[in-house]
């Protein structure tokens, strides 16, 4: 995914600790790996394990390693905060209407441990990684449900977002952070979806369709890289993050879409007719130049802002990784649709052309996208 986070902050105190660590179990080597690590005078605390997981937990990474991460200790503290005494006293409204419940204290441990094993993944995963990260997440929600039964299966990873809402005063960063927990979760909800799917297909195409997602997964990537870091550069907007995680949500939305309608194709012998033209490589090389500069550079230039214009060599750089995973994205569709037969090959090419057009704008999304 995207983002090099040690820890982020919700609400007024709520932490939820980014990263995590691999334990030394083997017998043989006596130094444990954590002590290898010089942590920066300026990480103390919970900061300071996430730096030193982050540090000695690298791809390949396994559900056992993203389910071993250090307990800390943020979610009682935070409890304690909410349902101290004294500020009852001094306020007593704020302190019912805030006060944690017992849902309330395993959705806190719940959304502690997703967010930590997100950023672990954002930071140094790669594609099965977050595969694995998928299976990590579906051990803690079962975990939460012996916690509180009451709470369908289904529905547990909402209780991540609600959590965060019910403890937040509604600022501009907690609004952001929220945003952001949205999107994390939508993003899991996709990871998950395309892992069932290479679960479901039939074993002589599995391997294609893994090459599929993994090519899907870097694209996906670059074509968020292109966009929080060249084309839309406004640092000075309080509401960037919300209109970034947004485009994030909605990238997801619409390729858990699409993964019905390739279902629907393989296992349903579903035709598929093409909605949209076939976007041409001179369409697609305007596309990218478009949006290789930022969309209000004429801006930042009146307002003394060109430090904040991204350098040529950042610019060649992601649109190069935007050009070269779109390929081998393409490439690994045409291999599968050839591996199909001709109906449902023919079906499959109608809808990457469909996803290609929507790329570019000139379809529309399946799923629409809303700007906060």
């Known amino acids: 995914m995207r983002r090099i986070t040690i820890s982020i902050v919700f ?52 559900v056992e390693d993203l389910l071993g991460l250090a307990e800390v200790h943020s979610v009682e503290d935070r409890l304690f905060y909410y349902n101290n005494e004294e500020m009852a006293k001094d ?27 997100a950023n672990l993944v954002n930071i140094n995963g790669k594609a099965n990684d977050k595969l694995q990260w998928a299976i990590a997440v579906n051990a803690i929600i079962d975990t939460f449900r012996v916690a509180v039964p009451a709470v369908q299966k289904d529905s547990v990873i909402y209780e991540i977002p609600r959590v965060a809402g019910r403890f937040s005063s509604e600022t501009q960063s907690e609004m952001n952070f929220q945003c952001y927990v949205d999107a994390t979760v ?3 909800l996709t990871i998950e979806a395309y892992r069932k799917w290479i679960e479901a297909v039939p074993s002589d195409i599995r391997p294609l369709v893994k090459e599929e997602y993994e090519a899907w997964h870097d694209l996906h990537d670059a074509r968020f890289a292109l966009w929080t870091d060249v084309s839309y550069t406004q640092g000075w907007y309080s509401m960037k993050p919300m209109e970034i995680e947004g485009y994030y949500e909605n990238l997801s939305e619409n390729r858990r879409a699409e993964l019905e309608i390739e279902r629907s194709i393989i296992f349903g012998a579903k035709p598929y007719q093409q909605k949209g033209t076939t976007v041409t490589a001179k369409e697609w090389d305007e596309w990218i130049s478009e949006n290789s500069v930022p969309d209000d550079i004429d801006y930042l230039n009146e307002m003394d802002h060109a430090d904040l214009i991204p350098s040529d060599s950042l610019v060649t750089d992601r649109v190069n990784t935007l050009k070269s995973t779109f390929s081998r994205w393409l490439k690994a569709r045409q291999t599968l649709a050839a591996a199909l037969p001709k109906e449902q090959g023919d079906s499959y090419d109608n809808l990457t052309a469909d996803i290609h057009s929507r790329m570019i704008g000139k379809l529309e999304n399946i799923i629409p996208y809303e700007i906060y």
Request: glycine share 4%; charged share 25%; aromatic share 12%.
């Open 186 to 188: 939508d993003y899991y």
């Open 91 to 117: 306020d007593p409204e704020f302190a019912e209407a805030y006060r944690a419940t017992h849902r309330d204290s395993a959705d806190l441990r719940l959304a502690n441990r997703f967010m930590r094993m």
């Open 11 to 62: 609400s007024t105190s709520v932490l939820f600790v980014a990263c995590g660590g691999r334990f030394s179990s083997s017998s043989d080597n006596s130094i444990n790996p954590r002590d290898t690590v010089k942590v920066p005078e300026w990480y103390t605390g919970e900061d300071s394990i996430a730096y030193i997981e982050n540090a000695i937990l690298q791809s390949p990474i396994s």
